[in-house]
């Protein structure tokens, strides 16, 4: 009687399919992408550009002024002084060149590891990189005080018949930076061949539809200028078939590259006996903060960008949110790098290493500390929040924070380290004069000048990569794909 | 004077042309190519290409680096300028470490980069496609297979009605302006 109620209940649908999100939304066709991105590129640019670009212009002309200023005087200039003798110089050299870290991350790194959803950023994000080191290369030139000589921070044949030292991780660092410099450039330069290629055809197509004999001499020169550049590529398949390889063999090359990079970075300071900086985390400490801070800059460019470019499609809320992921995990591993170092100082038992580090938290400089804390640790943990992944205003305040915060980690790193010495008497304050700040602030106008140059005058969405993540590019995809939009190929 | 270079067979999609591709080279074709705007996947076996090369390129730059790196830094300070630093010796393999394994992800980027453009016969900016107003769109939504009048199969007719044969949306001839 009671035979049917006592059977277990026996669901009989099948489970739903997880479906993935279109890395380009609404199903848009190749020439679409084309056209969205290269239309960028051949437009005029809007109003908000030429403002931004004057404004960029200045501020970066005010750096020059100043290190023309510096290199007049000396370095006295700046706010150097026994025992604090590295001060900003070092502090925005760490820093920008942390910066460059997320755009080889996400194009070599999350290439080997098959992260389809980078195409729509790494451009970009590379770009952001290459101006970065620039900015980053800068400060070590200029601090050396007689810059006419920086030239023998290079191995070259001299008038004293001296070689330089290669035990100094200095020297080091000379080679990483200029290697990663170089290496970052071939690969931007390799991925934007078939995009230049592109504009290039774009051109020749749109050479009948010039009117004006001025029109069409820019046409020809553009056409001149981003036909050299594209190599004459014809997107033959014999070609693609050496270019994904050597595209591959690049990306496995960066990767153990800018690991180095950042920890030959931080041997400057771990390789040293001074409290504070002698320590063996330092190398993925570095790593770990120079990927988080650059993810922060990534984000603070890509928010704007994709909004005054109308590029949601492309760069769609989900990059933001994968972003943020990382920012998340790289700020935790900060975090922790930030307690850990503490522990290790109290768990070692030397008296000088736990000075340090107290006096790192409640002496003079406690407030660059807790800026520090604040921005690095507790903003990055709001991720957690999914609103607040996938709302761009949002993220963009949270990016802000990170590259304060990671500014403040190597000020609080060189510069509580360095103010107070064994001695007492060797104990002092640093702040920074009036040239210090400006000719930071300075640097931010040339890395905005390269950069609106870049989305002016080249694809900042590498075009080709983003119609190969397509449902369309699937060639087994009957009809092109159009059946399989929500699945694809991912 | 002008002469024939290629026939040129358009497509719409990449599923079109991996099958034409599949007859041509079934065909025995030998000079031909697959032009598209991105890579397609799965297009090498199709062809019957085999590995490409540019690893040796990219390891032979890397050695080179190394090498360089290594002896570099053992002249320098060991043989040109032997000044003893702190009692240690005058050269050992692991301070010369991080500068000659720079130099040879340096040198090694180097080779993939040279390597992709010497095996791919780049730069030429007077390749006969260039000239080809249709052939534009190559780098924008359009998928071409090209087959070269030089290859020992082609025949005008033939090889026209073979590619009729896959479906091509357009069929045209591609001049050599010599």
């Known amino acids: 009687m009671s035979e049917t109620a006592a059977q277990p209940q026996v669901e009989t649908h099948t489970p739903k399919e997880l479906v993935r999100q279109p890395l380009v939304l609404n199903n848009r066709p190749l020439g679409w992408i084309t056209e969205q991105v290269a239309g960028i590129v051949e437009g005029k640019m809007p109003r908000w550009w030429n403002v931004a670009f004057t404004i960029s212009f200045l501020v970066m002309m005010m750096c020059f002024t100043y290190i023309g200023y510096l290199i007049l005087t000396g370095v006295g200039v700046w706010g150097l002084n026994h025992p604090v003798a590295w001060g900003w110089a070092i502090v925005n050299f760490v820093f920008w060149i942390g910066i460059g870290h997320a755009g080889t991350l996400i194009s070599a790194i999350l290439f080997l590891l098959r992260q389809k959803w980078r195409t729509s950023i790494n451009r970009t994000a590379e770009a952001m990189t290459i101006f970065a080191v620039i900015c980053a290369g800068i400060f070590p030139g200029i601090h050396v005080g007689r810059i006419w000589l920086a030239w023998w921070l290079l191995p070259l044949p001299n008038a004293n018949s001296i070689w330089p030292q290669f035990r100094s991780p200095l020297l080091w660092d000379v080679f990483a930076v200029s290697t990663y410099f170089t290496v970052s450039l071939l690969f931007w330069y390799m991925g934007l061949i078939p995009d230049l290629a592109t504009i290039r055809d774009r051109l020749r197509k749109n050479a009948d539809k010039c009117t004006t004999g001025c029109e069409k001499l820019i046409n020809k020169v553009k056409q001149y200028l981003y036909g050299i550049f594209s190599m004459g590529w014809i997107g033959s398949n014999r070609h693609w078939r050496n270019y994904e390889k050597a595209y591959l063999l690049l990306a496995g090359l960066s990767t153990p590259l800018v690991l180095s990079v950042h920890s030959i970075v931080s041997f400057d300071f771990a390789v040293s006996q001074l409290p504070g900086w002698h320590t063996t985390i330092f190398p993925p400490y570095f790593v770990a903060g120079a990927v988080f801070s650059g993810f922060g800059m990534v984000l603070t460019l890509m928010i704007p960008m994709r909004a005054l470019f109308k590029l949601e499609e492309i760069i769609t809320v989900r990059h933001l949110e994968l972003m943020c992921k990382v920012i998340m995990a790289t700020g935790t591993i900060v975090g922790y790098a930030y307690g850990m170092e503490f522990f290790i100082a109290w768990y070692g038992g030397n008296p000088y290493e736990l000075y340090a580090f107290k006096n790192r938290a409640f002496g003079p400089y406690w407030w660059a500390y807790w800026i520090m804390i604040s921005c690095n640790v507790i903003s990055p943990q709001l991720f957690w929040f999914k609103w607040s992944r996938t709302t761009p205003w949002f993220i963009f305040v949270v990016s802000i924070f990170v590259n304060i915060g990671m500014w403040f980690e190597r000020f609080v790193i060189v510069v509580t380290s360095l103010h107070r010495d064994y001695l007492p008497s060797s104990w002092g304050y640093y702040s920074p004069t009036q040239v210090d700040i400006l000719t930071f602030v300075g640097t931010f106008g040339l890395f905005m000048v390269l950069f609106l140059l870049f989305v002016r005058y080249l694809p900042s969405i590498c075009i080709f990569e983003v119609k190969g993540v397509t449902p369309q590019a699937d060639p087994h995809a009957k009809e092109g794909g159009a059946d399989k939009v929500e699945g694809g190929v991912h | ?178």
């Open chain 2, 1 to 178: 004077m002008s002469k024939p270079f290629a026939i040129m067979a358009e497509y719409e999609t990449p599923a079109e042309i991996m099958a034409a591709a599949k007859k041509v080279h079934g065909e025995g074709y030998q000079k031909w190519d697959v032009h598209s705007p991105f890579p397609i996947h799965g297009m090498d076996d199709v062809m019957g290409l085999d590995n490409a090369k540019v690893g040796w390129f990219t390891f032979f730059g890397g050695l080179t680096g190394f090498v360089t790196g290594m002896v570099m830094i053992y002249f320098m300070n060991k043989f040109d300028y032997d000044v003893v630093v702190g009692g240690k010796p005058l050269f050992s393999g692991f301070y010369a470490f991080p500068v000659a394994y720079e130099m040879t992800i340096l040198l090694g980027a180097f080779g993939s980069l040279g390597g992709m453009f010497i095996l791919n016969r780049l730069p030429r900016h007077h390749h006969p496609l260039l000239a080809n107003a249709r052939f534009a769109d190559v780098t924008d939504d359009k998928f071409y297979v090209v087959i070269e009048c030089e290859d020992e199969r082609y025949d005008e007719n033939l090889t026209r009605t073979l590619l009729e044969g896959t479906g091509a949306q357009h069929i045209e001839m591609v001049e050599d302006a010599q």
